[in-house]
């Protein structure tokens, strides 16, 4: 199942690769793209985990960019 996400408050390009490379390692998703000129989030994961999967994401996401918001 692939999902696209608005971000809001993603303040470096630096930011977007560590997220970036910290979902990927997370056990389920099978490719991820963060953009930080367009402010998206594309996840690539298992469709009957994906809730679950999301949660790991919401939480890289914030111990690599405390501030920046996944509109989910």
Excluded: H, W
Aim: net charge neutral; hydrophobic share 40%.
């Amino acid at each position: 199942m692939k999902k696209r996400y608005n971000l809001t408050d993603l303040d470096c390009a630096n930011c977007a690769a560590k997220m970036e490379t910290a979902i990927k390692k997370i056990d389920g998703v099978k490719d991820a793209t963060v953009s930080f000129m367009s402010q998206k989030m594309t996840i690539d994961a298992d469709g009957e985990r994906f809730d679950e999967i999301m949660k790991k994401v919401v939480a890289v996401c914030k111990m690599v960019e405390p501030d920046c918001i996944i509109n989910l």
